[in-house]
């Protein structure tokens, strides 16, 4: 369900462009958290102050709820460019966040399998309003829900949303009905209970036939190295949660990955990009070897990049296409992921890395959000794992050998960073997985790094900055041979402490990999090889 705490201004007060040419130039897509600031301009100017989302709020929903929180822009002229959005002025959002129940607690807060969504501001630029704005907004917001509902936002079945009084006619008309007055305080007026119900199309059935699927060496420098991951194309999206499941763990590789082109129309054209760039879009699940669903994994991307790549040159050069695909835009569960070709090695090259179709080793670039560290100051269980993990070393070598340690935003990964002398004692036999089971503070898995400055990669003659591990029996993983989306936590926090922008990883597993990362202010771009 999706409930809305939003009310759109309809001031008097309007920009004199009502023509259909200026209709037509409004697009929509998810938000950036580079967005933020736009909006917080528009949501401040626009309700009470008992009212308004703070920054920090705003924030939360855009990197916790991304697929929830949308933009319409308008093209920038001479006199209007104030946006940063390569070229795109913001004039209104929507934004929202899913639970299981419509509360005033709840709506601080994010359950990604919530069956509730609430919409918390549906809001338009001053000078904007009274042309339509706000009900093409709407509608394109409820249509991007219903036409999405059959993959990823699985389990919302009714759009629930709280207004006042004067916009009842409004929501009316948007295909909402009116309840009741709601129980919920929010400010000093009267709210009422508001519901539209999510329509939802019948699933196709997937084939009989057998579907192409190819296993790839992700992070790989030669064969045998880097992290293997299972890569299924599926023909269209499918909500057979359970059928992927029983696939991952046929396979048994850290991460299998499901993957299913995207229909037309909305966030397929994607304006944030140079036009002469052609852009692909794909709808993607990741599930390690026991079923555990996670959201974002960074070397079953680079597969399926890579994977696709392959498939759209093949087909280029089939049907004597004039352009090859150049960027690949994943949509996950909660992040919009995108892979660019960097370049293709010759296929004589030693050091390929073998796939189930192709010997030819691809470079790719992968454009993934960064994640923010907090400092855990509560040591004592987490050292108390680590002797319990580690018996071979001692309380003293770990108490005097932790530098940092740290759990990043979403609460997936604890980070803890190890001197040098003390990483290198960790080792391979003797190490009791079942022990990282024992602290909870963290989802997914058990960062472990330590600066370097003698390594270099063997083959292409690279400085390592930072050396690292990770451990996730919480996700059916007792070692990741190479984790691509640990470096979004990874990257920044070694490229601030060694003062770089471009930094260089080596995870020590027993296969290992090389990945090299350039770190901005919002986002990592992970390099690679598959």
Partial sequence: EIFALGWTIMSTTSKPSSSASFMNAVSFRTAKASDIPSCLAIEESSYPSDEAASFSSLKYRQENAMPYFRCAMIPNDDAAAD????????????????CNAFTHDTMTTHDPSGSLLAIHSVVVKQEYRRQG????????????????????NDGIDTIVLLAKSHLLGFYV???FSVLRPS????????????????????QPLLPSSPLPCWTVDSFAQMAGQGNPAGVVLLPHKTNDVSWMKTVAKEYNLSETTFIWPLGGGGDNDDKSNNNDIKVVRYRIRFFTPDGTE?????????AAAAVLFEQQQQQQQQQEEESAVESIVFSANKDELRAFLAAKQDPKDSTKAATATTTKQMMISMDFPRKQLHEVTETDPVLDMMYAAFPHISQDMFREGIVYIGLDQ????????????VFEQLGFSGIRFEAFLSYHGYSRGIILCTTTTSQHDENNKEEV????????????????????????????????????????????????????????ENRVTIIGTA
């Fill in 83 to 98: 946006d940063d959005d390569d070229g795109y002025t913001i004039i209104g959002f929507v934004c929202a966040t899913r």
């Fill in 133 to 152: 704005i706000a009900t093409k907004m709407l509608q394109d917001y409820t249509e991007t829900i219903e036409s999405s509902n059959n993959n990823e």
């Fill in 173 to 175: 008309q948007a295909g």
């Fill in 183 to 202: 129980d919920i305080v929010h400010g000093q007026e009267l709210w009422y209970h508001l519901e539209r119900t999510v329509k939802k199309k019948k």
């Fill in 294 to 302: 996670v959201d974002l994994c960074g070397h079953a991307t680079l």
């Fill in 410 to 421: 979403d609460g997936n990964d604890l980070f803890i960073e190890l001197v040098p002398h």
């Fill in 465 to 520: 900055d930072f050396l690292s591990r990770f451990f996730g029996p919480k996700a059916g993983i007792n070692e990741d041979p190479v984790t691509g989306s640990a470096h979004c936590t990874l990257a920044p926090y070694f490229a601030a402490k060694l003062g770089k922008e471009t930094i260089v990883g080596h995870q020590t597993s027993m296969r290992g990999g090389i990945v090299k990362c350039l770190v901005s």
